[in-house]
């Protein structure tokens, strides 16, 4: 009677030590499947943010440029272009979706806009005697460079950015000296309306483009309010003398769950087949090594 509890014993032991390291191989391999898994979704992710980037950077760019356009009329007319005039090469560069207006700034102050209506509120305002405007338009002077301000909450009402090119001219002499501001003004979000950044959600994402303005608010610029922090990944967006940041995070976390279930679920197969070969395997070797001391 002992002796079969022992031998009891003993299958019972060795059942129990293949469940153990089935069952530890299984977790392991579940982790391990697990962190490949997530840092490859992030390694899409993060290519996928990069090319919105990209595409970002270079919508924002070709639209602040059309200012040049301007520039070049204003410096070959030496500072003189008539309200006619304006107008009609305003029409011509706002073709481009969510460009909201475009501005002639002699000295920083609006003297034409097109379009006119709807905009007629910011005529006659000058850019350095608006506190929220006059820093950004001191470092353009400064900077000689188009900068991107904003976003803002805009006079004409909405929200938008505000693309502004120092214009300067060259006297006689070779001297030169700053003129003004030719402008473009760019609705939000309209504007990024060709980046389809809602293709996003059909990748199976929530995201949310942001931007810390002068104030220090942390500001919405498309996508989400909000998105969990701790499971979303950033990409920064670099436009003209700002940084904006594209966060990003799956709508179903990093991990596919149904691929740890199909895992733990062939794991546990695996280790209950094996610890019923390692009992069948125990049990003939108990068989044999009885059925030889009984016939020495």
Known sequence: MSQKHGVREKYSTACWAAVTIGLLLTGCIVCAAALWSAGNKKEDALRLAEGYAVRTEALLDSLSHKTDVLESIVITGRGEISEEAFRDLAKSLADGEGIRAIQYLPGGAVLYCYPLEGNEAVIGNNVFDNPRRRDDALLDVDTREIALSGPYSLTQGGLGLVARNP????????????????????DLPETLNPLMLEELETEGYDYRLHVITE????????????????????????????TWVLSMAPKNGWVNPLVLVYLLLAGWIITALSALLVYQQQRRVSELQRFASLHP
């Open 167 to 186: 214009i300067f001219l060259t006297d006689e002499n070779g001297k030169e000296s700053f003129w003004g501001f030719s402008v473009i003004i760019l």
């Open 215 to 242: 104030t220090g608010e942390d500001m919405t610029i498309a996508g989400e309010e909000q998105i969990d922090e701790k499971r979303s990944l950033s990409y920064e967006v670099s436009v003209p003398n700002h």
